[in-house]
């Protein structure tokens, strides 16, 4: 939301350098790419329910601080710290459908679930551009802290706890309290979740370093988490840049500029819908052929269209972006965009939770934490590129990077997935 007042916010606090007017928006991401390290392991040691909530509220104070800022720099940091709990869903959410979903029924949940935190960057900039234009850029954080109230107060009501260690953990425990102490055998009461070393430091030790180490040894990890950086990259880079296509380009008024991401909307909603339709599908129609075994690898069919969807939507986008041809014709490239990012992004994330559904949450943490990098980094470097090369050569160059690293990875995890998680430790 912050994206379309941010040449409002540029005038109300004097900035004039362009970085520094994208760092506001995409500080916040910067964030993203901390905070799952830290949540994700903790929503294993503590439970689902109780990390998401401390976060959203610990986001909910520093967004509304954020409408109150007085200079550059509180804005900066307030954004940083709400990115911190805005983080947790990234996640944790992964890891609370692995909780949920068998196999055969997950594709669905975790389709439509990754459509979230695509779709409100969509949404957001559209509700944000009449914002600014009819209010004052404020009024953004002000806005979405109601509606983050009005979420935490439901949360504390119907989120419930879905981690199996802590459940079970929770139900031993209420076992040894209710037998006799002086019987003996209830001391004995223990979940298969847990060790002979209890102690938080061993506990602290082993979650909150485990994605480090999924990232430093699990090569699943460390190539989803590349290409999904990319993905996530472009997709930031394309939320900050379609405002300077149509303010720019096009001369159209703020309000009508933002109108454009509907575009984008329709193309992770609509790839989306037939994916979360399809995914389990043809997981099933796999497994059946497979003699009843399932693999993660049956995750990855829509991954082929989406590697070609991305580049063909860049390409698009860049050469037709001239003010003598339709604004459509970029909308058009724009929607194929969002819809080669969501059908990989799905992809992946399902593959992530498939590998390590006990550990989802910390294998997701550090696939994220390349992505949120990159989405920091893509939106900064947009404006120098753009200026220099055009949106034509520009989006060419990103079309080739989208090719190299996008199309090889679901023909190889096709065929070496397996191969390559039978070597893991974390892995299923």
Same mark, same amino acid.
């Given at each position: 939301?912050?994206?379309?007042?941010?040449?409002?916010?540029?005038?109300?606090?004097?900035?004039?350098?362009?970085?520094?007017?994208?760092?506001?928006?995409?500080?916040?991401?910067?964030?993203?790419?901390?905070?799952?390290?830290?949540?994700?392991?903790?929503?294993?040691?503590?439970?689902?329910?109780?990390?998401?909530?401390?976060?959203?509220?610990?986001?909910?104070?520093?967004?509304?601080?954020?409408?109150?800022?007085?200079?550059?720099?509180?804005?900066?940091?307030?954004?940083?710290?709400?990115?911190?709990?805005?983080?947790?869903?990234?996640?944790i959410g992964g890891g609370v459908l692995g909780d949920c979903w068998r196999a055969e029924e997950r594709g669905q949940a975790v389709a439509l679930y990754s459509l979230?935190?695509?779709?409100?960057?969509?949404?957001?900039?559209?509700?944000?551009?009449?914002?600014?234009?009819?209010?004052?850029?404020?009024?953004?954080?002000?806005?979405?802290?109601?509606?983050?109230?009005?979420?935490?107060?439901?949360?504390?009501?119907?989120?419930?706890?879905?981690?199996?260690?802590?459940?079970?953990?929770?139900?031993?425990?209420?076992? /040894?309290?209710?037998?006799?102490?002086?019987? +003996?055998?209830?001391?004995?009461?223990?979940? @298969?979740?847990?060790?002979?070393?209890?102690?938080?430091?061993?506990?602290?030790?082993?979650?909150?370093? /485990?994605?480090?180490?999924?990232?430093?040894?699990?090569?699943?990890?460390?190539?989803?988490?590349?290409?999904?950086?990319?993905?996530?990259?472009?997709?930031?880079?394309?939320?900050?840049?379609?405002?300077?296509?149509?303010?720019?380009?096009?001369?159209?008024?703020?309000?009508?500029?933002?109108? #454009?991401?509907?575009?984008?909307?329709?193309?992770?909603?609509?790839?989306?819908?037939?994916?979360?339709?399809?995914?389990?599908? @043809?997981?099933?129609?796999?497994?059946?052929?497979?003699?009843?075994?399932?693999?993660?690898?049956?995750?990855?069919? $829509?991954?082929?269209?989406? =590697?070609?969807?991305?580049?063909?939507?860049?390409?698009? =986008?860049?050469?037709?972006?001239?003010?003598?041809?339709?604004?459509?014709?970029?909308?058009?490239?724009?929607?194929?965009?969002?819809?080669?990012?969501?059908?990989?992004?799905?992809?992946?994330?399902?593959?992530?939770?498939? =590998?390590?559904?006990?550990?989802?949450?910390?294998?997701?943490?550090?696939?994220?934490?390349?992505?949120?990098?990159?989405?920091? +980094?893509?939106?900064?470097?947009?404006? $120098?590129?753009?200026?220099?090369?055009?949106?034509?050569? +520009?989006?060419?160059?990103?079309?080739?990077?989208?090719?190299?690293?996008?199309?090889?990875?679901?023909?190889?995890?096709? #065929?070496?997935?397996?191969?390559?998680?039978?070597?893991?430790?974390?892995?299923?």
């Amino acid at each position: 939301m912050v994206a379309p007042a941010s040449s409002q916010l540029a005038a109300s606090f004097g900035i004039t350098n362009a970085v520094m007017i994208a760092l506001t928006t995409s500080i916040f991401v910067l964030a993203y790419a901390i905070g799952p390290l830290i949540l994700g392991p903790l929503s294993e040691i503590y439970g689902r329910s109780r990390v998401l909530q401390l976060a959203n509220m610990w986001y909910l104070a520093w967004n509304l601080g954020c409408g109150f800022a007085q200079n550059e720099s509180q804005l900066v940091a307030f954004r940083f710290l709400a990115g911190l709990g805005g983080s947790a869903p990234l996640s944790i959410g992964g890891g609370v459908l692995g909780d949920c979903w068998r196999a055969e029924e997950r594709g669905q949940a975790v389709a439509l679930y990754s459509l979230a935190p695509l779709l409100g960057p969509v949404v957001g900039p559209i509700t944000g551009a009449w914002i600014a234009e009819r209010s004052t850029w404020r009024w953004v954080f002000w806005s979405t802290s109601i509606v983050d109230a009005v979420i935490q107060f439901f949360g504390l009501f119907f989120l419930q706890e879905t981690y199996a260690p802590i459940l079970l953990e929770r139900k031993a425990e209420q076992i /040894r309290q209710t037998m006799d102490a002086e019987k +003996g055998p209830h001391r004995h009461v223990r979940t @298969v979740f847990e060790s002979d070393d209890r102690s938080w430091q061993s506990i602290f030790k082993k979650a909150l370093t /485990r994605p480090f180490l999924l990232f430093a040894r699990e090569p699943i990890v460390q190539l989803l988490g590349i290409y999904m950086a990319y993905l996530y990259g472009n997709l930031y880079l394309f939320l900050t840049t379609i405002p300077s296509i149509f303010e720019g380009v096009y001369e159209q008024p703020v309000g009508i500029a933002g109108l #454009h991401y509907i575009a984008l909307g329709i193309g992770l909603s609509g790839a989306s819908q037939i994916n979360a339709r399809t995914l389990d599908r @043809v997981y099933i129609h796999f497994k059946n052929k497979n003699g009843g075994v399932g693999r993660p690898e049956y995750r990855l069919p $829509a991954m082929f269209p989406g =590697t070609l969807l991305l580049p063909i939507g860049l390409l698009i =986008t860049g050469w037709t972006t001239k003010a003598q041809i339709h604004w459509i014709a970029p909308d058009i490239g724009i929607a194929l965009v969002g819809a080669g990012t969501i059908l990989n992004f799905q992809c992946i994330q399902t593959y992530v939770v498939d =590998t390590f559904t006990l550990h989802a949450a910390s294998a997701l943490a550090a696939v994220s934490c390349l992505r949120s990098l990159a989405g920091f +980094g893509f939106p900064l470097f947009a404006p $120098a590129m753009y200026q220099a090369l055009g949106f034509g050569k +520009g989006d060419t160059i990103l079309a080739a990077a989208a090719i190299l690293i996008g199309c090889p990875a679901p023909w190889l995890f096709w #065929h070496y997935g397996e191969r390559i998680r039978n070597s893991s430790r974390y892995a299923r």
